[in-house]
């Protein structure tokens, strides 16, 4: 059974910078897509970040370009999300997510099968 822990959350003030970790246990994220979301109060679940099963592309909105940054290191099966220049609008409940399937990548938080349980970010002003 896949699981996935995320961590590196709290409260931080806005313009500063926090690093989630999400970690797996019972498979790799090697050859699976992964990505991680975000779900603000009141709002609908949304991609942040994304990266391809082979790592060589990424993916960001338009709302975090240029602030967030995802990466993974496959011999701690862990993915991160580098998140500088945090605004008070970023204040939500992260998540990261994969896919069941290998070799297939896509932006779409309905095709993505297993999730953490989620970490708080909170941006004070």
């Known amino acids: 059974q896949v699981q996935l822990v995320e961590s590196g959350g709290g409260l931080v003030q806005a313009g500063g910078s926090l690093r989630l970790s999400c970690v797996a246990s019972?498979?790799?994220?090697?050859?699976?897509?992964v990505g991680w979301f975000r779900q603000a109060p009141g709002k609908e679940r949304e991609i942040v970040a994304g990266?391809?099963?082979?790592?060589?592309?990424?993916f960001y909105p338009d709302s975090v370009k240029g602030r967030f940054t995802i990466s993974r290191d496959n011999a701690k099966n862990t993915v991160y999300l580098q998140m500088n220049s945090l605004k008070l609008e970023d204040t939500a409940v992260y998540y990261c997510?994969?896919?069941?399937?290998?070799?297939?990548?896509?932006?779409?938080?309905?095709?993505?099968?297993?999730w953490g349980q989620g970490t708080q970010v909170t941006v004070s002003s």
């Open positions: 990266m391809t099963w082979s790592g060589g592309r990424t």
């Open positions: 997510a994969t896919l069941a399937i290998p070799y297939r990548s896509t932006w779409d938080l309905k095709d993505y099968d297993y």
């Open positions: 019972g498979r790799t994220f090697s050859n699976y897509a």
